[in-house]
């Protein structure tokens, strides 16, 4: 084994390069569905054999070396991306005969431009690079402070963050009411990458210390998750009977217009059925249906309110996504769009509308820098909206009637950690409605679903999910999932309402706790390169 650590660390090249892609791709086998959990450590240990190989670490600003883990970076992370987000070239075969030319650009573009992320990490990582097992922090901090830049630059993707490796199995994700998706990628690469000083150390001290203090963090996070989450089912919210409708339409009859009246029916048809559990509509309080259920304007439409109307019995409402339009100003043929969610009553009247926030780039809006140039390759997005949807400025609560406080989020938006909430009052539920039927039966429905549910421990909130082709859902504020329809299906959800939980110490203090950790990790080997004067 020794022989092939130091084949790895003197590899060059296009075998360098080969060998961190692979890793890479590796790597993506920790994250939904497969949540293989020792892809982590065959992803991460070899990526630390690489970066011993990048140049001498005696001078911290070496040109080289530097370069060198930037390019062993970038490799990481396009195989990583590659491996993971290949699932995004179904989105361009819905409409094959405008978009499928551009399908490499989707799933080789996007991980190549992700890529220079991982560069930047490695490249920092390795600024503060040690010989001894210290260079696992140096690691992790380079990892998770390029992640988080992921996650918020140029309008944010934390898609697949590596701390997704720990945020997916019921016990390691309690750690996340502590830290957050930030710290469990912390935490995620420590443990990942603390085999790599088994076959490096100089002494058995320094070849076991790693793997035995990451064996302990992962013993202590699942202990820790045995211990938090309670035996019983949670109370739930009196008087709240939810049903939520999985419909399983193709994208590509969806955003027809011609299907429009095949569509109510079904979805009104659909609604009023009996679920699994023998539950009829008139036992539910809130009907939800999932993101953009119509191709048309549905506030716009007074004979599809009165047929809302009257499948609702009285004093229920029904909560749904919808495209909405303002009036149009003096001068505009049409008004601004917005991808919404609206709340309608028993008597076809609309009670409350949230608008979406964190618009997708490319998908439902085009950067206005790069409008031009779009228009000239005869590219738009791919919503049938003229102009694209616009984004709300801020976000607020969904007062709905018979509810707590919603917090609603619309598709992706529920992957940012830390963002979902409005400001001032807490709410005491999380409303995510979605539509994945662009990206079909693969691994990004799983992946979208696994972040969302993360967001219900982060915050010690419930979290209601209703999506066109799965996964729909209700979580409650420790990650269980109470009830669910699986992707792919159609069906219908009869479930009550979990109580929120006290708010998580993350939901305070999640700032101050990463910002601590990284300085940790940060300071460790920068003392240990002054100690040892290298």
Same mark, same amino acid.
């Given at each position: 084994? $020794?022989?092939?650590?130091?084949?790895?660390?003197?590899?060059?090249?296009?075998?360098?390069?080969?060998?961190?892609?692979?890793?890479?791709?590796?790597?993506?086998?920790?994250?939904?569905?497969?949540?293989?959990?020792?892809?982590?450590?065959?992803?991460? $240990?070899?990526?630390?054999?690489?970066?011993?190989?990048?140049?001498?670490?005696?001078?911290?600003?070496?040109?080289?070396?530097?370069?060198?883990?930037?390019?062993?970076?970038?490799?990481?992370?396009?195989?990583?991306?590659?491996?993971?987000?290949?699932?995004?070239?179904?989105?361009?075969?819905?409409?094959?005969?405008?978009?499928?030319?551009?399908?490499?650009?989707?799933?080789?573009?996007?991980?190549?431009?992700?890529?220079?992320?991982?560069?930047?990490?490695?490249?920092?990582?390795?600024?503060?690079?040690?010989?001894?097992?210290?260079?696992?922090?140096?690691?992790?901090?380079?990892? +998770?402070?390029?992640?988080?830049?992921?996650?918020?630059?140029?309008?944010?993707?934390?898609?697949?963050?590596?701390?997704?490796?720990?945020? @997916?199995?019921?016990?390691?994700?309690?750690?996340?009411?502590?830290?957050?998706?930030?710290?469990?990628?912390?935490?995620?690469?420590?443990?990942?990458?603390?085999?790599?000083?088994?076959?490096?150390?100089?002494?058995?001290?320094?070849?076991?210390?790693?793997?035995?203090?990451?064996?302990?963090?992962?013993?202590?996070?699942?202990?820790?998750?045995?211990?938090?989450?309670?035996?019983?089912?949670?109370?739930?919210?009196?008087?709240?009977?939810?049903?939520?409708?999985?419909?399983?339409?193709?994208?590509?009859?969806?955003?027809?217009?011609?299907?429009?009246?095949?569509?109510?029916?079904?979805?009104?048809?659909?609604?009023?059925?009996?679920?699994?559990?023998? @539950?009829?509509?008139?036992?539910? $309080?809130?009907?939800?249906?999932?993101?953009?259920?119509?191709?048309?304007?549905?506030?716009?439409?007074?004979?599809?309110?009165?047929?809302?109307?009257?499948?609702?019995?009285?004093?229920?409402?029904?909560?749904?996504?919808?495209?909405?339009?303002?009036?149009?100003?003096?001068?505009?043929?049409?008004?601004?769009?917005?991808?919404?969610?609206?709340?309608?009553?028993? @008597?076809?009247?609309?009670?409350?509308?949230?608008?979406?926030?964190?618009?997708?780039?490319?998908?439902?809006?085009?950067?206005?820098?790069?409008?031009?140039?779009? @228009?000239?390759?005869?590219?738009?997005?791919?919503?049938?909206?003229?102009?694209?949807?616009?984004?709300?400025?801020?976000?607020?609560?969904?007062?709905? *009637?018979?509810?707590?406080?919603?917090?609603?989020?619309?598709?992706?938006?529920?992957?940012?950690?830390?963002?979902?909430?409005?400001?001032?009052?807490?709410? !005491?539920?999380?409303?995510?409605? +979605?539509?994945?039927?662009?990206?079909?039966?693969?691994?990004?429905?799983?992946?979208?679903?696994?972040?969302?549910?993360?967001?219900?421990?982060?915050?010690?909130?419930?979290?209601?999910?209703?999506?066109?082709?799965?996964?729909?859902?209700?979580? !409650?504020?420790?990650?269980?999932?109470?009830?669910?329809? *699986?992707?792919?299906?159609?069906?219908?959800?009869?479930?009550?309402?979990?109580?929120?939980?006290?708010?998580?110490?993350?939901?305070?203090?999640?700032?101050?706790?990463?910002?601590?950790?990284?300085?940790?990790?940060?300071?460790?080997?920068?003392?240990?390169?002054?100690?040892?004067?290298?």
């Amino acid at each position: 084994m $020794t022989n092939l650590v130091d084949h790895v660390v003197r590899l060059n090249g296009w075998r360098r390069w080969l060998s961190a892609f692979a890793a890479g791709a590796i790597g993506a086998l920790a994250m939904p569905p497969f949540g293989f959990l020792p892809a982590l450590f065959l992803s991460l $240990t070899p990526a630390i054999w690489l970066l011993d190989g990048c140049g001498d670490v005696k001078t911290a600003f070496d040109r080289k070396a530097l370069r060198a883990a930037a390019v062993t970076g970038w490799f990481w992370g396009f195989g990583y991306f590659v491996a993971g987000l290949w699932w995004l070239g179904a989105a361009f075969l819905v409409e094959a005969d405008q978009f499928a030319w551009a399908m490499p650009f989707g799933v080789l573009g996007l991980p190549a431009l992700l890529a220079f992320f991982t560069a930047f990490g490695f490249a920092l990582a390795r600024l503060i690079w040690t010989k001894d097992g210290t260079r696992i922090l140096a690691f992790a901090f380079g990892l +998770t402070v390029c992640e988080w830049l992921r996650g918020h630059l140029f309008t944010g993707f934390p898609w697949n963050n590596l701390g997704m490796a720990l945020g @997916q199995n019921l016990w390691l994700m309690q750690s996340a009411s502590l830290v957050g998706l930030y710290g469990l990628t912390i935490l995620a690469t420590l443990i990942g990458a603390a085999p790599a000083t088994l076959w490096t150390g100089r002494t058995p001290r320094a070849r076991w210390l790693s793997p035995i203090l990451a064996a302990i963090v992962l013993g202590t996070m699942a202990v820790f998750g045995a211990l938090r989450v309670p035996a019983a089912p949670l109370p739930t919210v009196p008087n709240v009977n939810l049903r939520i409708m999985q419909p399983n339409l193709p994208q590509d009859a969806k955003f027809n217009p011609r299907n429009r009246e095949a569509i109510m029916r079904r979805y009104l048809a659909f609604s009023a059925g009996r679920g699994s559990d023998g @539950q009829s509509l008139a036992d539910a $309080t809130h009907l939800i249906w999932p993101e953009s259920a119509f191709p048309f304007l549905l506030h716009r439409d007074p004979e599809s309110l009165m047929q809302i109307a009257a499948l609702l019995r009285p004093g229920s409402v029904l909560i749904t996504g919808a495209a909405r339009m303002d009036d149009p100003l003096p001068g505009e043929a049409v008004g601004k769009f917005f991808n919404s969610i609206q709340v309608i009553g028993s @008597q076809g009247t609309i009670l409350g509308v949230y608008d979406k926030v964190h618009l997708v780039p490319f998908g439902e809006y085009v950067p206005q820098f790069l409008d031009r140039l779009i @228009q000239m390759v005869g590219l738009r997005q791919f919503v049938h909206v003229p102009g694209g949807f616009e984004s709300s400025t801020q976000r607020g609560v969904l007062n709905v *009637p018979g509810l707590p406080a919603v917090a609603a989020t619309i598709c992706y938006e529920a992957i940012f950690p830390g963002e979902i909430l409005p400001d001032g009052p807490r709410p !005491d539920v999380i409303l995510n409605v +979605t539509n994945d039927a662009w990206f079909g039966i693969t691994p990004g429905p799983h992946q979208h679903f696994a972040q969302a549910r993360l967001r219900a421990v982060e915050e010690g909130i419930p979290l209601v999910r209703a999506a066109n082709t799965g996964i729909s859902a209700v979580v !409650d504020p420790y990650g269980r999932v109470v009830k669910s329809l *699986p992707l792919g299906a159609e069906g219908i959800l009869d479930a009550q309402l979990p109580l929120a939980i006290t708010p998580p110490v993350y939901r305070g203090y999640n700032l101050l706790i990463l910002t601590a950790t990284l300085v940790i990790c940060c300071i460790v080997p920068v003392l240990r390169r002054r100690r040892r004067n290298f």
